[in-house]
């Protein structure tokens, strides 16, 4: 079934977009200020705020689902769309979560910026 080796290779390519780095690390041009720390403790805190939504998971695995059925042999339709309606499901759920970390970033950038701090990345 040509669906199991396209299968490996996208959950191969969520596992190493998972495990990148997200942290929240912030580049200062001089030197940080004495409350650096709490500051930056308190934008995260808020850019918490940010929800992560279950629309693209949704979306992925309908899309998934069809495309899916749709390249699978005639008799193994219900399997492709099975496996499609999963890997979409995945995409989605990752790519929800990326713009989810994006937004979370450029709180706690813009948050340290409103607080004096000279962050530039």
Do not use: P, Y
């Amino acid at each position: 079934m040509k669906l199991t080796n396209s299968c490996g290779i996208l959950i191969l390519g969520l596992t190493v977009a998972a495990c990148s780095d997200s942290a929240d690390t912030l580049i200062v041009d001089g030197q940080k200020k004495a409350n650096f720390q709490s500051d930056l403790t308190a934008c995260q805190q808020v850019s918490m705020q940010r929800e992560k939504t279950n629309d693209g998971a949704i979306t992925g695995a309908v899309i998934g689902g069809l495309v899916g059925a749709a390249e699978a042999d005639s008799g193994d339709a219900l399997a492709g769309l099975g496996i499609g309606a999963a890997v979409g499901g995945l995409i989605g759920t990752a790519e929800d979560s990326s713009e989810a970390d994006g937004a979370r970033k450029r709180i706690v950038f813009n948050c340290m910026r409103g607080r004096g701090h000279n962050v530039v990345g």
